[in-house]
């Protein structure tokens, strides 16, 4: 019962997690493609990139990492405030929600601001995308946290990849290896679906760099309009779900008056 509990309350989160991990690959595609070579998301490629453009002299690009950095930085602390004072355990999708309604807000101005065509793409405008989509990436990621899926990160796809491998290799020794009993087929069922949202999370992300690699020089507003559709989806898809409960989760809990 526990397992087919947890399984229904991650089941419900798939699509959200998908969605925004298109947000984040295409929101660091634009920033890498359009920003000066720069992610907002992946904070992993981004110290990459510092630490490049540090070694090489370029000055610049390395500030423009440093501000992605702090912008994501500051994104994770505004995410995680809103988060644990929009809800509590015993109430996650409202937890979720609040951290969602600044994120969307972030991205429709990130979206306005990068293609209204009397926004002159000044050094002054990039720097206020960057800070806008990696405050926006921040938040996205606290809540995220927040859902409590081991192993699920939407900008950090390293961490993904690991637990997806370390967790791939655990369920086929339960699968083909364990004694029959050992561990129940319940568990087994459910450690599957959650590996396969984990591999679905890495594959969305590629898709929606590659996605934007080809509208970004065809048709460059699709690109920057996605993740506002994306993330909307997102909003719409938590607002409609069903709160989840420690009752759900853990079977009956008393809670505080």
Same mark, same amino acid.
């Given at each position: 019962?526990?397992?087919?509990? /947890? ?57 423009? #990492? ?42 429709? /101005? ?22 806008? #989509? ?37 369920? +086929? ?23 396969? +949202? %984990? ?48 009752? %759900? #989760? ?6 505080? #008056?």
């Amino acid at each position: 019962m526990a397992d087919a509990l /947890v399984a229904a309350d991650r089941a419900k989160w798939t699509l959200p997690i998908l969605l925004l991990t298109w947000v984040a690959g295409t929101v660091d595609a634009i920033g890498y493609l359009g920003l000066g070579h720069v992610f907002t998301a992946n904070m992993t490629g981004n110290a990459v990139l510092l630490g490049l453009s540090l070694g090489q002299g370029q000055a610049l690009a390395a500030f423009r #990492s440093v501000f992605a950095l702090v912008g994501f930085i500051f994104g994770l602390a505004v995410g995680a405030i809103l988060a644990h004072r929009r809800g509590t355990d015993l109430d996650q999708r409202r937890a979720f929600l609040g951290p969602m309604y600044v994120e969307t807000a972030a991205l429709g /101005v990130f979206a306005l601001l990068l293609h209204l065509p009397f926004i002159a793409r000044t050094p002054t405008t990039i720097y206020i995308l960057i800070g806008i #989509s990696a405050i926006a990436m921040g938040i996205q990621s606290a809540a995220v946290r927040r859902l409590n899926l081991p192993g699920i990160a939407t900008t950090v796809l390293t961490g993904t990849i690991t637990s997806l491998v370390a967790g791939m290799v655990r369920w +086929l020794q339960f699968t083909y290896i364990s004694s029959p009993g050992e561990e129940p087929s319940g568990s087994v069922a459910v450690r599957g679906r959650h590996l396969l +949202l %984990q591999a679905s999370v890495f594959l969305v992300y590629v898709a929606a760099a590659a996605g934007a690699g080809v509208f970004q020089r065809h048709i460059p507003i699709i690109v920057g309009i996605s993740p506002v559709v994306a993330i909307g989806l997102v909003l719409y898809l938590a607002k409609t779900s069903s709160p989840r409960t420690d009752a %759900q #989760s853990t079977g009956p809990r008393k809670t505080q #008056s």
